[in-house]
């Protein structure tokens, strides 16, 4: 097995499929949608509604982009706060309209701009926070790739998180990390390892419900599995009435950090 900082490479390579590439071929009849009614579109989080298996979704992505100018363009995958409140706009519209959302996460954080700060990200973060607590739809969120601090926990606070084996979760980077607690960037493995970071130490601590299989070799087999277990997801999610739902997902936020003495 890899241990965490080899973990946290392949979370960020650059040959991984990035989110425009699971909405395409996962969902069907995406009709993006464009900025925050506040400030401006932030091209870092792409968002819209879509279906699957004749279900109204809305899908929201974090976008790193593929090639050197749509990076850029995608600002690395770092959102604004324009991002994050469009983000929240559509998911307050999903509610509306009783549509379950879908949440595709892939960000090392949120960009750390003086803009940003001026605009308020750490209000759009918080927001986002509180709003998805008692969201009256389903939500899911995926990890795909990287998954750092606030920017990937704003579109993670869902009813089941799911990560592929190769992504990583955490409150800072491992490099972060290093360089805080030891002043030595040379110590990023210990610090990968002290995280606990993994797909694995997730689901080991409950932050996760679900690691998903990675196929290089063929996109289109992991595409048919999240297909259908979103659908199953899904399904069971829609036969709970929304006070269950809410409840659930207050407790499954509730038992993060629970620990036994013997």
């Known amino acids: 097995m890899n241990n965490a900082y080899e973990k946290v490479k392949l979370s960020r390579a650059k040959d991984r499929p990035t989110a425009l590439k ?3 071929n996962v969902f069907e009849d995406f009709i993006e949608f464009h900025g925050d009614r506040y400030f401006a579109d932030d091209p870092s989080i792409v968002g819209g509604i879509a279906s699957l298996n004749g279900i109204g979704i809305t899908v929201i992505g974090i976008e790193k982009g593929a090639g050197t100018k749509e990076k850029i363009r995608r ?3 770092s959102p604004n706060p324009e991002g994050y409140r469009k983000a929240l706009r ?10 379950p959302v879908v949440c595709i996460v ?22 986002n926070l509180m709003e998805m607590m008692t969201l009256k739809t389903p939500i899911l969120s995926i990890f795909i790739g990287e998954g750092g601090s606030g920017g990937a926990l704003a579109l993670a606070v869902a009813d089941e998180v799911w990560m592929l084996e190769n992504a990583m979760y955490s409150v800072i980077s491992p490099e972060g990390c290093a360089s805080i607690l030891w002043k030595d960037s040379k110590r990023v493995k210990d610090a990968a390892e002290s995280l606990k970071l993994t797909a ?19 996109f289109s087999v992991m595409s048919r599995y999240l297909k259908k277990h979103i659908v199953e997801f899904l399904k069971e999610k829609q036969r709970l009435d ?8 207050y407790q499954r936020f509730r038992a993060y950090g629970e620990f036994f003495e013997k």
């Open 22 to 24: 699971y909405i395409e």
């Open 106 to 127: 892939d960000t090392s954080g949120a960009f750390p701009g003086i803009g940003p700060e001026e605009r308020g990200q750490g209000l759009a973060i918080a927001s």
């Open 242 to 249: 929304i006070q269950t739902l809410l409840e659930k997902r």
């Open 90 to 99: 559509l998911m307050k519209q999903a509610e509306k309209f009783s549509r």
């Open 75 to 77: 600002n690395f995958g």
């Open 200 to 218: 694995q130490d997730m689901l080991e601590l409950k932050v996760a419900e679900k690691i998903i299989p990675e196929n290089k070799k063929d």
